[in-house]
């Protein structure tokens, strides 16, 4: 297994099955992943508002990828852990935005005058950014780190790295962290995997549009499921299975993420859709990934011990 | 401080300010509310499908209430301690029901066929009702109690208790539970409170419409603030502080819980609006409690721990 | 068939099967209803902005109702013909109202500064109103009169007259206009009929959340339908059969119309669901009534012409 | 002026920028325009179900395109009159297929069963198809011809044929009709305009997900406005202007489509954004174009007559 450094020269903002791969990996591999932010390190400074130095730009988010996956083929699934997430400066960047953020009226859609812009820069605390903190909000809080964005090509389409979808993408979900393994469908040879957008930390749903926005260094290992089709982003580590639904209005989001998570149950675990839809109301869990991309994200779980027959009713006595 | 046990003769199925009270307390009482399940006890067994059993039924989820709080006048605030909640039957059940639930369409709004009822039957494991086991399903899961229904008497209207609302109502979200204290507005004297709906434990959406319904006897106090009002439930422990939005579509449920929550913030914790905004972005958490009701409910959280000044950056060796 | 008038000592602001009757009438009785506008006449000058005259205000919209139609039983439909809309003075107001009106965020998701207010005033150009004009725009349009709100006592319930519904309500939906005869499901005995809220004219989806609004007397004739049960409003004239749904998000608003379109269709046309669908799906037309109001309503129709079978295919000749 | 057949060997079925252009075109040309129907003629006769033809198919909705109109930058806005549609053969086919269409849930989002799919076939009754007669429902309609799909290839994003969005895309808005002048933004050099999915008549909405669904030859005009920017496609003419706004949740579609309007009304017409709103909101019409796309299409015009100063309050006499 070989260590492969993937530092990229330029970067790009769609997720395009037609790029040229970046870098070609096996299964197995230890791939060290840099990306640049969300604003492609643009803010850094309080004086750095985003209608000055984004508003002018023509593409955000900028994408370190794609890495080509040996093996992998149209028609199978991703899995890809993530062992690491180094920080890679020692602040973040957040902001307020014109017409943007779950507290401020979608694009297009108002002529009430935008809330007031304003970047707030979080410095860390501690050399490996456990703990953060903003002078102005004078707070500490805890690094959540995660790739905010993290896709495969889509099947044809070159969408906008700023969209999430059933290939990944944008989806700004936490879960998407170190420990976890998140697997995703290939809709092209090697896969055409592309990553960014790293956050410190993040709130359930990135409420304002930005999170602690970072630069970092993530360790990767990829594997590939043969003749595995899955539908949306599955997300798992010992203790959960978890599913990425991105739609919008956001109770069809949530609706998919579930969907998917029934499936998964029925699929793996030996319940049927009907079994697996009442395990999923009684004890599923589901919060806000994102409510500020191009689509919503929602994250829906369940705990694996919740996915094992019991052989008859327990006594109370085994139960701890 | 008195107890006082409220047993009713008969339920109300409105959140109605002309309903005549079953009950005065006063500020600090001891008091123990008796609640059937949200059938009102029609389903009992495998056999009885909500077709047969609650289709043919004008009003469902039978409230205790309305319970006049002596001193709480239109314009305070109810302040509701939730002591304990004991299960009264052995059983608890669920049910999928045509044209009902998440995973399935809205009435009036699809041509397909429904999905197949079924009722599921999940008994005690111990006394105290800690755990569940659905003998079809042959799993055990932990309990999760809280209230359902948790509700004032709107502002005039008289509204379904199948409904949830600024004035509480039909939430369905977990959080309503022992150890957490709700704050619902006063719309009317004496605050006229309502809550049914018991749920032995829950999935976050209750996916298929029914969580495991049960009868309780849940021990509440009842407090008032004088001359404060809120707009929409709080609910409070000593980690956290959390609201519900309840609208459709969901994006607008959880704007209108993170709405509450900033403001919250804003006026107890000494942050400005904007101050508020950027720390429910960064440690703010949002979940789904309902996707099944007349409107969905989503809780917005925030750890108080977060909502202090440090004073100056700390320095990493005072971090745990 | 008597002639009888109904002005109003007092109003409502619910739609409330408590409320007693301001007037009984017998099927085929010429009523002539005086409404109040919206604003309880509260504005009368571009000085009268809504800040300072209708947001200190308890409750908006007054209703000129209950009337009680004898005859009229739970179960039955009410079919109400508008036979005239008179207009009561010579100005209609209209108004930008702070975080009102669809090009504003809905209350309560936002922390955008609201849009600035500002009150139009509209003058009649001739004695009967067929045209308007506003001095500071400097245009003039015909009129477009209809009642904005329309509704039954709904079933138990006790409901704000800013809601639309299954009940009717507060659809603002132009073809509830002279010419036209609107069905109504009757929840209670005598159907408890209340209306208000006259527009002289509107555009689709009363977008700024004001028409022309206005005071009037309006000529309806009521009609009972005995042991016909309808699921939401259905509008008739002698080219069309029309059906109003109410939701959010606006996709289920036009579910609904066009799903009790469909159903109509196959009950009094003799097709099946199937080729109700299909008729509809190629001449169905749908337009936005509001999307302003506590839930948007959508107005779906079909032409009656389409609604006959040919009894085999036409010659080229046979059509016009 | 030249005359331009354009015939494609094969067909796009992605909105692509990257695609080599079919033609190329000088303004004022007159360009005769093969289309094929969305199912690429795979659906013929009533056996032809759905899920048979399409459902095993990668791609829908073949393209004729992209059309590069010489002179035509980004930054332009592309002005495309449609002088005519001619069908181009006797049949015209829609369909119910499974989980698709507005009377069913969205694809994943649901464990309901599928709705039963069926296929329709339309048949001309004169040589021109005037009029359209179904067999099995025995009715006949008048055509109501137009392009379902009209586009210019985004910036940067190739997305589905699917789609509609800023571009244009698959509206299925019946006022992209002979007669009208279409405004399309420019992303890149040449436009790149692509068409398809011609409906031989559609309801409004597009129920069922298949309008009359045909192959045909379009006769259209290509002129190019340098340097003038609009965000969402605009329609115009003698009578109206219109604008299309496609989106999720359909509130938004509406808002967007009012939104370019206002804009519209003020750039052009001389009336502040303000005025321009409270025309709209008086005289705006505004119904489905789709609601089964990717997103949901609403079309919003206003009359030309009501654009225009009256220099004062005009006399009763004046108004006819």
Known sequence: MA???????????????????????????DVFIWTDDASES?????DDLPKKK???????NPQTGPIYVNGAEAGDTLAITIKDIVFDRDYAFSAFAEHFGAMSAVPLT??????KEHTWIWEKVDKDGNY?????????IPKRPFLGTFAVAPEGEAISSLAPGPFGGNMDCPDICPGNTIYLPCYNDGGLFYTGDCHAAQGDGELCGFALEITAVSHLVFNVIK???ITNPRIENDEKIMCVGSARPMEDATRIAYYELIHWIHEDYGFSLDEAYQICAQVGRCYV??????????????????????????????LK
Request: charged share 25%; aromatic share 10%; net charge positive.
């Open 3 to 29: 260590r492969i450094d993937v530092k990229p020269d330029g970067y790009n903002y769609l997720f395009n099955p037609a790029n040229a791969p970046v870098a070609h990996v096996n299964p197995g591999d």
């Open 42 to 46: 643009r803010i850094k400074t309080k």
């Open 54 to 60: 984004l508003a002018t730009v023509h593409f955000l």
């Open 110 to 115: 108002s002529l009430q005058p935008p809330l």
């Open 132 to 140: 953060w903190y903003e002078p102005e909000l004078d707070i500490c």
């Open 227 to 229: 003749n595995k089709q």
């Open 289 to 318: 990934a994102n409510i500020v991309d191009t689509l919503w994200s929602m994250c829906a779980s369940v705990e694996k011990k919740f996915l094992k027959r019991c052989g008859g009713k327990p006594k109370p006595e085994d």
